[in-house]
């Protein structure tokens, strides 16, 4: 449904006293998930579906949220987070992108977290349909599907990255962050779940999601709001995993005592808190990043963090904080201007924010990284990008990119 009258909803959350696994339970073609370290989230049918574009699509979608939750009646005895009303959402990263953003209210809710688990069933007045079924559903066939280069052979993306550390050098912009991408086809019919389980299994750490096509595991939270705490993790920087223990414990340390990687990494911290700090004055995060491990990479990571001091809900905070230093550069404008010369394809919402929102704002929203879009018509495009400065070198760049592209490709492969 995506007309501007506002739907009345009504919802009611139980607690249950057990919840297995729950990708199982979520449409094969179409599954609404997030979860991490084993609980989250998943949705079953559509309810409502709100739609936005342009510049204030991340602001439309606050306000949209604020008037679809005034007119619901919501009967939450469970009162954790993401219980009651919950959109599932995905923006594009471009102001100027063809790609919707969504907010998804799904039919049927189900989640766990901290050893408690619930059902929230979501009715839209005037909405006769009988309610989807509550059960797990047997995954499709197996399927490997490759992913190749997109828009662009490694070797073009080289020269792009070429000539962004010479805009550089020249002084138009200090950091730009370049992606590029892998496409493949998905035979109809295909059952997604299966990519998410593979994702989900591999990167425990990270947010494993799936929102409208959108599918990935981000070990990048964009904010999280909770109990009105406002809580970030930004990465930056980036280095491969060693092939043993030795390699490894040196590919860290290298990354935390590298200059170009810290400097980059500041900048990207900074622009966090800028953006956060109208809402959360106090926030706190520690001076020095630590190495964040993930199976494929090391990241130069900080968490911040800090009380909320007005009224904004999450959707409000993705809009002021993005597109951050990490997948956009700085200076902002000057990045994106550079990214829309540079980069021959529309991002869609590689880069965007992907996450959840609940009736009082709170919600978890990741950067949608390490991710591929599938069409309607089954076809897949997978993103990866890095960060630019002056000192980058374009063949580790590319790289890096394929370090990135693993989780994805893993996962179809
Ligand atoms: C842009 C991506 O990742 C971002 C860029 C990083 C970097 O340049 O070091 C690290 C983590 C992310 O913030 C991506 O995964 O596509």
């Not at 990270?206 to 939270?221: A, F, M, N, R």
């Not at 490894?248 to 622009?271: G, I, M, P, R």
């Not at 550079?338 to 609940?358: H, K, M, N, Q, S």
Request: glycine share 8%.
């Amino acid at each position: 449904m995506t007309d501007t009258e506002t739907r009345v909803l009504s919802v009611e959350t139980i607690e249950i006293s057990d919840l297995k696994q729950i990708i199982p339970l979520t449409d094969p073609e179409r599954p609404l998930l997030w979860m991490r370290k084993g609980q989250g989230l998943v949705g079953i049918g559509e309810a409502v579906r709100l739609e936005f574009e342009g510049p204030t699509r991340m602001q439309d979608a606050a306000a949209a949220w604020r008037e679809l939750v005034d007119a619901a009646t919501v009967t939450n005895p469970v009162e954790l987070p993401g219980t009651g009303l919950v959109a599932f959402g995905a923006f594009a990263f471009s102001a100027s992108s063809a790609e919707k953003s969504v907010l998804i209210v799904p039919r049927i809710i189900l989640g766990k977290r901290d050893g408690r688990f619930w059902v929230t069933k979501i009715t839209v007045a005037g909405d006769d349909r009988p309610l989807p079924r509550l059960e797990p559903r047997a995954f499709g066939d197996e399927y490997r599907i490759s992913l190749l280069p997109g828009d662009e052979d490694p070797g073009a993306f080289r020269a792009d990255v070429e000539t962004a550390i010479q805009r550089i050098v020249r002084g138009d912009v200090g950091k730009v962050v370049l992606a590029r991408n892998l496409v493949g086809h998905l035979p109809e019919g295909s059952d997604i779940r299966r990519v998410l389980v593979d994702l989900a299994m591999g990167y425990p750490d990270c947010w494993t999601y799936s929102v409208d096509g959108l599918i990935g595991s981000s070990p990048e939270t964009l904010v999280g709001v909770s109990n009105r705490t406002v809580s970030a993790r930004v990465l930056a920087g980036t280095m491969s995993r060693g092939r043993d223990a030795d390699s490894d414990a040196e590919a860290a340390t290298s990354l935390v005592t590298s200059v170009k990687d810290n400097d980059e990494h500041a900048f990207a911290v900074q622009s966090v808190v800028a953006a956060l700090r109208p809402h959360s004055p106090h926030l706190t995060w520690s001076e020095l990043p630590f190495a964040l491990k993930l199976p494929n990479l090391w990241h130069l990571a900080t968490d911040v963090a800090g009380p909320l001091t007005d009224r904004a809900t999450s959707l409000d905070l993705i809009a002021a904080l993005h597109p951050t230093a990490a997948v956009a550069g700085f200076p902002t404008d000057a990045a994106l201007a550079l990214i829309d010369e540079l980069e021959p394809f529309d991002r869609g919402r590689y880069a965007g924010p992907v996450g959840w929102v609940d009736a009082a704002g709170d919600g978890e929203w990741a950067i949608a990284l390490r991710c591929a879009q599938i069409s309607p018509t089954g076809d897949i495009t997978a993103y990866a990008g890095c960060g630019i400065v002056a000192e980058s070198d374009p063949m580790k760049e590319l790289t890096e990119t394929k370090m990135k592209f693993r989780p994805i490709v893993e996962a179809f492969g």
